[in-house]
């Protein structure tokens, strides 16, 4: 559960929450200039048309993760018109293209940046049994996301 603390996020941009002290984590629901980014779709490489649904900063152990959550019905199991191999020249561009500009504007920093692609909106770390989801890991290096296979 995403929960508000109060005399942080008033400083924090596009209103980003802290979770709970397990996992600290903070919710981003932000915007590429003015307009808030889920409302605005993405193109990608394969030309589908998906969703920022939000930016998940994450501690796993003495990392801090940066996970992008996207929309993408195009994957989706029955409809979908394409398989893992053929989105992960998707995820290398939304890394890219995305996630490093997103961080910049943002002062985010973080040792590993996931990308993960769901055909409906899913819950963070809730199991849905129904639903397509992929997942990319990088690493920065030199401004350029390189894809770390974990």
């Known amino acids: ?16 929450h802290l979770a709970g002290a ?19 779709p993405v193109e990608v490489p394969s030309d589908e048309s998906i969703e920022l649904q939000e930016v998940l900063i994450d501690e796993v152990g003495v990392q801090t993760w940066l996970r992008f959550r996207f929309v993408a019905p195009y ?16 995820m290398t561009y939304l890394c890219d ?16 940046i996931v990308i993960s692609l769901a ?8 199991s849905d049994p129904d ?11 030199n401004d350029t996301c390189i894809w770390e296979g974990l």
């Open 75 to 90: 994957i989706a199991r029955d409809t979908g018109a394409v398989d893992f191999a053929q989105v992960g020249a998707d």
């Open 119 to 126: 055909d409906r909106v899913t819950e963070f770390g809730v």
């Open 131 to 141: 639903a397509t989801q992929f997942f990319e890991a990088f690493r920065l290096s």
């Open 1 to 16: 559960m995403v929960t508000d603390h109060p005399s942080l996020s008033a400083s924090l941009p596009y209103g980003m």
């Open 97 to 112: 293209a995305l996630a490093i500009p997103y961080m910049a504007q943002h002062a985010l920093d973080g040792e590993v």
């Open 22 to 40: 397990a996992l600290k984590w903070l919710a981003v629901c932000a915007a590429f200039a003015t307009a808030p980014a889920a409302a605005q």
